[in-house]
């Protein structure tokens, strides 16, 4: 169902409304409908703060692979990569564990592949993300950001 936002307070309203049931004002008619984009980044926009996902070059060897988050509760928390495959959920038994209820118990795997690494969701309730994209499987490598659930991880390779 398409919705019509009201260009006053932002509030949804059903598609046959003339006025907004929140605050009375005329809303727009249909080829003239407003779309709300909500703030994808609250880290860039942040004033004065720095930004957490940050590995310094001594820290990796050549080959190795590090994931930092950069959006939840464990913030500035580091995973490294150091077999051909990691899985990622909630459980415990994970190589990589994201203790919340957006993420899966088993939500995704990654793997090594050749040079890269390959993220395969593993038909995760909330998807998996990479840069902002729901996938299924893709690559991903030096500076991209995967998200599972509520969680933003940046890659790092050396």
């Known amino acids: 169902m398409e919705y019509v936002f009201c260009n006053s ?3 949804r309203n ?3 409304s003339v ?3 929140a605050c009375g004002t005329v809303l727009d008619t249909p080829i003239h409908r407003t779309i709300v984009l909500p ?15 940050v590995v310094a070059g001594s820290e990796l060897s050549p080959g190795e692979v590090m994931l930092v988050v950069r959006q939840g509760d464990v913030m ?3 995973f490294t990569l150091r077999s051909d495959e990691a899985s990622v959920g909630r459980v415990p038994d994970n190589d990589i564990v ?9 939500h995704a795997v990654l793997t090594k592949s ?8 593993l038909r995760s309730l909330n998807g998996t993300y990479l840069n902002q994209k729901r996938v299924d499987e893709a690559y991903f490598g030096h ?10 991880l940046v890659a790092f390779f050396g």
């Open 14 to 16: 059903p598609p046959q």
């Open 114 to 121: 050749g040079d890269g690494w390959i993220v395969r969701d």
């Open 39 to 53: 703030k994808t980044d609250t880290l860039q926009d942040a004033p004065g703060s720095a930004d957490n996902a």
């Open 76 to 78: 500035g928390l580091r």
């Open 9 to 11: 307070c932002g509030h």
């Open 19 to 21: 006025f907004c049931s």
């Open 143 to 152: 500076g991209d950001e995967l998200q599972i659930g509520k969680y933003r």
């Open 98 to 106: 994201l203790d919340d209820v957006t993420v899966s118990r088993r």
